[in-house]
């Protein structure tokens, strides 16, 4: 016969154990989550193998599963650094910053951004001198294009290293998946 004071303890810990679950699982989805930084196109200001934490919260809420927003509670801003469903390969997620809202006209020509024909100041862009001229001349040349409504243009801060909107495309809002607000972890502190 089992003891009824032991199947409580049991009982307890099981429920314990349930409800945190239930919180984590709720957090993950709705508020924050963790992600590894795999590439060095957001170099200096991420590394290759920094832990960040995104905010999925910021911009609204999305159904589990489907990935649906129901609710929006915000748009990204230039500047944002944004962690994204990568559009040639859904499976992926992507971290870039944007650059262009929509509705604006993009140009690049060298290191120069023009939005809207104004010269943007950029002070995330990162020109590694190492790089020597190899960089591709479609690198040197954007636009000018429109930012269509529900998109946005984004760059990788490593601007020679950085395969982003010049290449595949502007990201549409309902595939941000958050703002990227802390490196909790980092191989380079």
Do not use: C
Request: without cysteine; aromatic residues 14%; positive net charge.
């Amino acid at each position: 016969m089992t003891d009824p004071k032991r199947k409580s303890k049991i009982r307890d810990y099981a429920e314990t154990l349930a409800i945190a679950l239930l919180i984590a699982l709720f957090v993950r989805t709705f508020v924050v989550q963790a992600f590894k930084i795999p590439s060095s196109s957001m170099v200096p200001t991420l590394l290759v193998g920094d832990h960040i934490l995104v905010n999925k919260f910021i911009y609204g809420l999305r159904i589990p599963l489907v990935g649906k927003k129901v609710l929006t509670f915000g748009s990204p801003e230039r500047g944002d650094v944004i962690v994204f469903i990568y559009p040639r390969d859904r499976s992926k997620d992507f971290i870039k910053r944007v650059i262009g809202l929509p509705g604006e006209k993009i140009e690049i020509i060298g290191r120069n951004i023009y939005i809207n024909d104004r010269l943007m100041e950029d002070p995330w862009g990162y020109y590694p001198a190492d790089m020597g001229s190899w960089h591709a001349a479609s690198r040197e040349h954007f636009g000018p294009k429109t930012v269509p409504q529900g998109m946005l243009f984004v760059l990788g801060d490593n601007r020679y290293n950085s395969q982003d909107s010049r290449y595949w495309g502007f990201v549409p809002l309902d595939d941000v998946l958050g703002e990227a607000f802390i490196i909790y972890w980092s191989w380079d502190w």
